[in-house]
């Protein structure tokens, strides 16, 4: 919860913010921050749209996806590493080493994945994609720990470049969606061939499969390059002059701020002992529709005006638990529970209806993050009617999946048209609702994004535990 004080400290923050804001937005700062973007959720955005074609190949079929979307939430082992590193050395363990560090790591790994995703290993009784699966948690590492580190990180920056970066978030979508239409429908092909063997004769039947213009190593080099473009584009927002004149505060300034927060809040208890003197409360901005901002001035009060304003106070702290456990929820189920079952979903359908989901949902969602910048919204209410809708669309691809391998409306195309816009106007309501709610906690301050990132983490976590136990343990979905 914010207090004053805390409430004081971005206020300080801001103060600079306000200046740099009025002037015009830097086209190049607003690119590099889109690419920087590039580098969060890479995994879930660019190995889920290659999912279509690894199914076909993992032995793990139609549930590998719950077994990789488990293996990203084990990876929350990142932010906690590196919340307790920080805690206790923050002068190594910051955002900008984490995020040089850790685009090193997903290079390195997508780099191996390249070449070696088909291996296999005899584990447990059965054959499993153990390169593919120890692979996707190196890089899950970085997509986990991105979500505690690029959102503090913003904090550096005028909030109008808040959008830009969930833009670049879903360009790690987008970009893998066009290489994987370039990609192609993969289509089994089966063939029958008679063996003949001391003068008896059995049928064999091969499958294989065709209509791929290139394969998954390609499509893993091309992550590769994406990742190093967003530790280029981090690179240049840190060193780049252009970038600097833009920096509403020195970095520097992110590690003294929750020092200063803790001392200012230790003279603020020594000053309401002193009778002499008027305490100074911050006035709060009302939030009916959403907080627009937050603690714009600083001024004397009277007693009635005190009341006032904790009321105020109260409400805006209540606002702050409910668009964290908006987030929490909308992260459970996009995250957690609709990347597990999207096979069952779409592939009663065909590959094409498969890959078109995937694709398309991954293009709206990058869309209406750009959109956001010219429509941008932050009323609770808008927040919550897409909230509304991102549900109504999940339980419907929920209820397929729950069907599998006989959903409704199975081999017609309005079936298959229906679960192609399932997907993609789950994808633009979650996006939307995704800006709307970090730009929000953009205006409170450093700390507030970071436990937005938790929240985003958690809700995560508890959606792909409570999947795979029904995906994997009590097989409640049939291929």
Same mark, same amino acid.
């Given at each position: 919860?914010?207090?004053?004080?805390?409430?004081?400290?971005?206020?300080?923050?801001?103060?600079?913010?306000?200046?740099?804001?009025?002037?015009?937005?830097?086209?190049?700062?607003?690119?590099?921050?889109?690419?920087?973007?590039?580098?969060?959720?890479?995994?879930?955005?660019?190995?889920?749209?290659?999912?279509?074609?690894?199914?076909?190949?993992?032995?793990?079929?139609? +549930?590998?996806?719950?077994?990789?979307?488990?293996?990203?939430?084990?990876?929350?082992?990142?932010?906690?590493?590196?919340?307790?590193?920080?805690?206790?050395?923050?002068?190594?363990?910051?955002?900008?080493?984490?995020?040089?560090?850790?685009?090193?790591?997903?290079?390195?790994?997508?780099?191996?994945?390249? *070449?070696?995703?088909?291996?296999?290993?005899?584990?447990?009784?059965?054959?499993?994609?153990?390169?593919?699966?120890?692979?996707?948690?190196?890089?899950?590492?970085?997509?986990?720990?991105?979500?505690? +580190?690029?959102? #503090?990180?913003?904090?550096?920056?005028?909030?109008?470049?808040?959008?830009?970066?969930?833009?670049?978030?879903?360009?790690?979508?987008?970009?893998?969606?066009?290489?994987?239409?370039?990609?192609?429908?993969?289509?089994?092909?089966?063939?029958?061939? /008679?063996?003949?063997?001391?003068?008896?004769?059995?049928?064999?039947?091969?499958?294989?499969?065709?209509?791929?213009?290139?394969?998954?190593?390609?499509?893993?080099?091309?992550?590769?390059?994406?990742?190093?473009?967003?530790?280029?584009?981090?690179?240049?927002?840190?060193?780049? #002059?252009?970038?600097?004149?833009?920096?509403?505060?020195?970095?520097?300034?992110?590690?003294?701020?929750?020092?200063?927060?803790?001392?200012?809040?230790?003279?603020?208890?020594?000053?309401?002992?002193?009778?002499?003197?008027?305490?100074?409360?911050?006035?709060?901005?009302?939030?009916?529709?959403?907080?627009?901002?937050?603690?714009?001035?600083?001024?004397?009060? /009277? +007693?009635?005006?005190?009341?006032?304003?904790?009321? /105020?106070?109260?409400?805006?702290?209540?606002?702050?638990?409910?668009?964290?456990?908006?987030?929490?929820?909308?992260?459970?189920?996009?995250?957690?529970?609709?990347?597990?079952?999207?096979?069952?979903?779409?592939?009663?359908?065909?590959?094409?209806?498969?890959?078109?989901?995937?694709?398309?949902?991954?293009?709206?969602?990058?869309?209406?993050?750009?959109?956001?910048?010219?429509? #941008?919204?932050?009323?609770?209410?808008?927040?919550?009617?897409?909230?509304?809708?991102?549900?109504?669309?999940?339980?419907?691809?929920?209820?397929?999946?729950?069907?599998?391998? +006989? #959903?409704?409306?199975?081999?017609?195309?309005?079936?298959?048209?229906?679960?192609?816009?399932? *997907?993609?106007?789950?994808?633009?309501?979650?996006?939307?609702?995704?800006?709307?709610?970090?730009?929000?906690?953009?205006?409170?301050?450093?700390?507030?994004?970071?436990?937005?990132?938790?929240?985003?983490?958690?809700?995560?976590?508890?959606?792909?535990?409570?999947?795979? *136990?029904?995906?994997?343990?009590?097989?409640?979905?049939?291929?």
């Amino acid at each position: 919860m914010l207090t004053n004080m805390e409430i004081s400290s971005s206020v300080e923050v801001r103060s600079r913010e306000d200046l740099n804001a009025e002037s015009k937005i830097s086209l190049p700062v607003y690119f590099l921050v889109c690419l920087f973007g590039l580098g969060s959720w890479l995994a879930i955005n660019g190995i889920w749209m290659e999912l279509p074609v690894l199914v076909d190949y993992a032995p793990e079929k139609w +549930t590998l996806p719950s077994y990789l979307t488990v293996i990203t939430e084990v990876a929350n082992v990142g932010p906690l590493l590196y919340f307790v590193g920080n805690r206790i050395c923050p002068r190594y363990v910051h955002e900008r080493t984490t995020i040089y560090a850790f685009t090193v790591l997903g290079s390195v790994s997508y780099i191996l994945l390249a *070449f070696l995703w088909d291996r296999t290993s005899y584990i447990f009784g059965a054959e499993r994609s153990s390169a593919l699966i120890i692979l996707s948690f190196s890089v899950a590492l970085v997509d986990c720990t991105s979500t505690v +580190t690029f959102l #503090p990180f913003m904090a550096i920056l005028p909030k109008v470049y808040m959008s830009a970066l969930f833009t670049g978030e879903n360009m790690s979508a987008l970009l893998p969606s066009f290489v994987s239409l370039i990609q192609g429908v993969e289509e089994k092909q089966n063939s029958t061939s /008679t063996i003949f063997n001391n003068g008896t004769s059995h049928n064999t039947t091969e499958t294989t499969f065709t209509g791929l213009t290139f394969g998954p190593k390609y499509f893993f080099l091309f992550l590769v390059l994406m990742l190093v473009t967003s530790g280029a584009a981090f690179a240049a927002l840190n060193h780049l #002059p252009l970038v600097i004149k833009h920096h509403v505060l020195d970095y520097s300034d992110l590690q003294k701020n929750q020092k200063e927060k803790s001392v200012k809040r230790s003279e603020c208890s020594c000053n309401e002992n002193e009778s002499d003197r008027e305490p100074l409360i911050e006035s709060t901005s009302s939030i009916s529709n959403g907080p627009e901002s937050v603690a714009s001035d600083i001024i004397h009060t /009277t +007693t009635p005006e005190i009341s006032s304003l904790v009321m /105020t106070e109260r409400k805006l702290n209540l606002t702050i638990v409910y668009l964290l456990l908006l987030q929490v929820w909308i992260h459970c189920m996009c995250n957690g529970v609709i990347s597990q079952i999207q096979a069952f979903a779409c592939e009663p359908y065909g590959a094409t209806a498969y890959h078109l989901a995937v694709t398309l949902s991954g293009i709206g969602s990058a869309l209406v993050c750009i959109a956001y910048m010219w429509i #941008p919204s932050k009323s609770v209410t808008v927040i919550s009617v897409c909230g509304f809708v991102f549900t109504v669309a999940s339980a419907y691809i929920i209820t397929l999946a729950a069907q599998s391998p +006989t #959903p409704i409306l199975k081999g017609t195309n309005t079936g298959s048209a229906l679960v192609v816009l399932a *997907f993609i106007v789950s994808g633009i309501f979650v996006n939307y609702a995704k800006v709307a709610i970090c730009t929000i906690f953009r205006e409170l301050g450093h700390q507030e994004l970071f436990w937005c990132g938790i929240a985003i983490q958690v809700g995560s976590f508890v959606g792909a535990i409570v999947m795979f *136990f029904l995906v994997n343990v009590a097989k409640f979905f049939k291929q």
